[in-house]
Structures are given as C-alpha cells and as structure tokens.
C-alpha cells in the first residue's frame, strides 16, 4: 500500500493568511492525487482532483501542485468558511489510502 | 442530480455481521468508467478507505479488511453493498458511500454504525 504523511495535523491561523498544506507519498504516484475538505458533522468535499484540476464549484482561492511524491494544497487567502478539515487521497493504485487529516483552525 | 444514500443498523454486537446498502441515483453503475467506494470514519478519526465496484464488477478491498469485506453491486435497483464480518467496538464509525473513480465527487451523507454489546 502507498503510505501518505500530512502535515501540519494542526494549522492555526487567521482570515485571509495564505495557508499551505503538504502531503507526501511513500512512492510516486505521478498526479493521481485529490483533496477534500471536511466540516464537523459532514460528508467531505471533492476540492482538486488529477492533483491541480479544481472541481467545478470550488473557489479559485483553492489551488493544488506537485507529482511524484510531493503535493501542495494551497488556500490563497482564508476565508471563515474555510476552517476546516482537509484531506489528501491518492488513486494511483489499490488499495486507495487518505492522508490522516490537516485540521485549520481559527488563530 | 446525483445522490448516494446510506441504510443500514446504527447498532450491532460484537461478531455480528454488518450489511449497509448504498442507494444510488442519478448515474447508472453499469455505465464505462463508473465506481462506487465504501470509506468510514471513526469518531474523530482520519477517513478509511474499504473497498470499491466498478462498473465492470471488478471489487477491490483495503488490504488490512479484506478477509472480513464484501462488495457487490445489483445495477438494477441502483444499489451497492457493502458486508462486514465479526464487527468489534473498533469498527464503530461512520460509514460512507461514494461515486468516483479519480476522485470521490458525490458522497453520501455517511451512516453512524455502533458497535456495543
């Protein structure tokens, strides 16, 4: 199995911060690579997918890069409705692994 | 418009055996390229990834669950399910289903099963 490291688990800041987050494979896994957000209580959200192609619906603030190994989730300037959970999923191969979870909180 | 619908017991014992249904609409799962997955969550805990169907029947299981999963998909009722054998306290979660292949675009609202003697 792929093995995925995510970090920081927790990231504190403030409205309007650029804020990155990072997700590392254990092998390369080329740009097979998606994002989701979580918020308590619900169902996570597709954000990027094809690790920089945003889905549709989701604000340009949000934007993903990397291949191969090293991935960027990058939220240009936070906005309330964005403290969240964040979750990387690579689709490379089976079987299909989640990051552990990169908390956004309020500073 | 495309939703996903958990059912299933939010409550069994321990080595009892676990059936939740997906109902699905709005994709047919016998279309090139369609996928369904089950992933859970544990109460404040990271997702798991359980298994996936395709839409040519191919099932694919995670690797620490295998022995104890079993997917299968009925194309004309619009359903995937999802057994779980010998269920222990640690399996208490959440459950979803999804729709992707290259990303989970559609979840659905997850099922909490507790698993208590």
């Known amino acids: 199995a792929i093995w995925m490291t995510q970090s920081p688990s927790l990231l504190s800041a403030s409205t309007g911060d650029r804020v990155t987050i990072s997700c590392r494979m254990s092998q390369g896994i080329s740009s097979y690579l998606a994002w989701y957000q979580q918020k308590p209580g619900k169902a996570p959200e597709l954000l990027i997918y094809?690790?920089?192609t945003l889905q549709s619906g989701v604000p340009s603030r949000f934007s993903g890069s990397g291949s191969g190994t090293d991935f960027t989730l990058t939220i240009s300037c936070l906005q309330s409705e964005d403290f969240a959970t964040y979750y990387c999923?690579?689709?490379?191969?089976?079987?299909?692994?989640f990051g552990q979870g990169t908390k956004v909180e309020i500073k | 418009q495309v939703t996903l619908r958990e059912s299933g017991p939010a409550l069994v014992k321990p080595t009892q055996t676990l059936t939740l249904t997906c109902t699905f609409s709005?994709?047919?799962?016998?279309?090139?390229?369609?996928?369904v997955s089950w992933i859970r969550q544990p109460p404040g805990k990271a997702l798991e990834w359980l298994a996936l169907i395709d839409w040519d029947d191919d099932k694919y299981y995670s690797t620490s669950l295998k022995t104890r999963l079993t997917i299968s998909k009925d194309t004309s009722k619009n359903q995937v399910v999802l057994t779980m054998t010998n269920m222990d306290p640690v399996d208490t979660a959440t459950y979803y289903c999804a729709r992707g292949y290259s990303g989970y675009d559609y979840w659905g609202q997850g099922t909490l099963v507790t698993v208590s003697s």
């Open positions: 709005g994709f047919s799962l016998s279309t090139s390229g369609m996928c």
């Open positions: 094809a690790a920089s």
């Open positions: 999923q690579q689709y490379y191969s089976f079987p299909r692994t």
